[in-house]
């Protein structure tokens, strides 16, 4: 389950990934979020550590990243 404070910090990341200004340790951190939150493999996560594929995981996991914000934003409006 994906926490409140997980999810602000996914969207200030992606944010700064779509711009180009995120750091390594930024999207370091981003990664972590979606692994932790079990939205990547960790074979996917490995894969970016190991710097095999890097650019094209994360460009995934950006669309990855974006159907979360988006998921979490619809249940948050049907539920009130």
């Known amino acids: 389950m994906v926490i409140n404070s997980d999810i602000k910090r996914l969207l200030d990341l992606s944010q700064k990934l779509n711009k180009g200004h995120a750091s390594s340790l930024e999207r370091d ?13 960790q074979s996917q996560f490995d894969d970016y550590k190991n710097g095999q594929n890097v ?4 460009q995934a996991s950006l669309v990855i990243g974006g159907i ?12 009130k």
Do not use: D, F, R
Request: charged content about 15%.
């Open 29 to 41: 951190e981003y990664m972590g979020l979606l692994l932790k939150n079990n939205h990547i493999k």
């Open 55 to 58: 650019e094209a995981i994360v």
């Open 68 to 79: 979360v914000l988006l998921g979490y934003l619809l249940s948050s409006l049907t539920s």
